[in-house]
């Protein structure tokens, strides 16, 4: 069956620093893979998608890599602040668009 | 700019009631899914609807039941309710015609006891 794994569960990190949080997924062969922010008790919030044949896309201090032979997602926080402190989420899409969600890694910034 | 809408916020049933979460979609958008999220846990697809056909099924439970309306809300009916059933239900909607980003209402968190 599908399986997703996001490197680590939690991640600490010092604020102005770069965070970079990593999914990795197998049996799987996703059109495009999506990342979300999730704070406690709300729902996610989509933050990018990129497409199997697309290798990286940024948005402001945001950058995603997605390397299909790996079957690996690399995401990128630059110039980290307190505010990024959130849970992850790396999620697979299907043809018919429902995300298959990883267990999320925890990130905290210190200031 | 519109966000998805759902109700009640906060529901609170006893085992072996029922439940009914709405869910109101981002206007125009063609496609509602719903989410189960137990504590500490990702989000779990259940269903979803494209155009008010139910377009995929996820780890559902026969004991529920979900449909889509005329005006596009959706509705996830929820029968003989368990203490496991209890979680923070999420509704989503996105518009796939263009891209399948999807934008998450804010949940209902169910309490069964």
């Known amino acids: 069956s599908q399986k997703i794994e996001q490197n680590s569960e939690a991640l600490n990190i010092q604020e102005g620093k770069t965070a970079t949080l990593t999914c990795n997924y197998t049996?799987?062969?996703?059109?495009?893979l999506q990342w979300y922010r999730q704070d406690p008790g709300r729902g996610p919030v989509f933050l990018l998608l990129?497409?199997?044949?697309?290798k990286e896309k940024r948005k402001e201090r945001l950058k995603v890599t997605f390397d299909t032979t790996l079957k690996q997602s690399l995401f990128h926080i630059t110039a980290s602040q307190p505010a990024d402190s959130a849970t992850y989420l790396c999620a697979l899409g299907g043809s018919q668009g429902n995300l298959i969600f990883g267990k999320g890694t925890k990130l905290s910034v210190k200031p | 700019a519109a966000g998805v809408i759902q109700s009640p916020r906060h529901l609170i049933k006893e085992k072996r009631e029922t439940a009914t979460l709405k869910c109101y979609p981002i206007?125009?958008?063609?496609?509602v899914y719903w989410y189960q999220q137990g504590p500490g846990q990702d989000p779990q697809f259940l269903i979803s609807f494209y155009e008010k056909m139910q377009s995929d099924k996820g780890s559902i439970p026969d004991r529920f039941s979900a449909q889509q309306f005329s005006d596009y809300h959706s509705e996830l009916n929820m029968s003989s309710l368990e203490l496991g059933d209890s979680a923070l239900y999420f509704c989503?909607?996105?518009?796939?015609?263009?891209?399948?980003?999807?934008?998450f209402g804010p949940g209902t968190r169910l309490t069964v006891t």
């Open positions: 206007p125009r958008h063609d496609t």
């Open positions: 990129i497409r199997e044949n697309e």
């Open positions: 989503a909607s996105s518009y796939t015609s263009v891209s399948y980003e999807q934008y």
């Open positions: 049996n799987y062969s996703p059109a495009y």
